[in-house]
């Protein structure tokens, strides 16, 4: 299994402002994928980061609100934009294994906008 | 479309005794389904698998899961539970109307064992 870290593991924010967050896997991997959860909720996926191509987004979700880089195939960032109480949430990077079909998470950011 | 349901928001079970957590799905294609755990405020955890074989699989912990293909059940088992399985557990199934390798979570059962 994959071997994933995220950078900051929590964060307090103003509303209006933005926030980066790094995720790291130890392997080099295809796809990677952010979600959003709610504590204690499932998981809704943002979107899905190829290396070298424009992230895939699900629908509610825009690049203008969440740009995503993939610059090689072993790290990611996610940016939360122009932050509101509403982005409030968890935030998890996850990695599709290789050869096998299940995905394996980081630790997750827990982003709390004031 | 794919989707799995887990229709018990919560089951509780006493230390000792076997726990079932429940989940259905529903595919399109070939149903790759997936248990995963997450404990408290912690990253998920993937527990086991199913993509094709033997309807009984095993997983990390003393997990196992049932396919049943007619039933369209997935349902999460584990002989005697232990204090420490209290987390919150998800069901997922592969999603194959995506080109990209997505996987779609169930809403969650939180699973609470009483000492």
């Known amino acids: 299994s994959a071997v994933i870290s995220q950078k900051p593991s929590r964060d307090i924010c103003q509303r209006g402002t933005s926030l980066t967050i790094q995720c790291q896997v130890d392997?080099?991997?295809?796809?990677m994928f952010w979600y959003r959860q709610q504590p204690g909720q499932s998981l809704t996926l943002i979107a899905t980061a190829n290396q070298g191509s424009e992230a895939t987004y699900e629908s509610g979700f825009v690049i203008d609100k969440f740009p995503i880089s993939r610059p090689n195939l072993t790290f990611s960032t996610l940016t939360v934009s122009n932050m509101s109480p509403e982005d409030s949430s968890i935030y998890l990077c996850?990695?599709?294994?290789?050869?096998?079909?299940?995905?394996?998470f980081g630790p997750g950011t827990r982003l709390t906008v004031t | 479309a794919q989707s799995v349901a887990q229709p018990e928001d919560q089951v509780n079970v006493a230390e000792g005794n076997p726990l079932t957590v429940k989940c259905t799905y529903s595919?399109?294609?070939?149903?790759?389904l997936f248990w995963y755990v997450q404990y408290p405020n912690r990253g998920l955890q993937f527990l086991l698998k199913y993509i094709t074989g033997d309807n009984l699989v095993k997983g990390s912990y003393g997990f196992e899961a049932e396919f049943n293909k007619s039933q369209t059940s997935f349902h999460l088992k584990k002989p005697s539970a232990l204090v420490s399985d209290s987390a919150l557990y998800f069901c997922a199934v592969r999603d194959w109307d995506s080109s990209a390798s997505k996987i779609i979570f169930g809403s969650g059962t939180r699973l609470s064992i009483r000492p």
């Open positions: 392997s080099q991997v295809t796809m």
């Open positions: 595919v399109s294609g070939n149903p790759y």
């Open positions: 996850s990695v599709e294994g290789s050869g096998v079909y299940e995905q394996y």
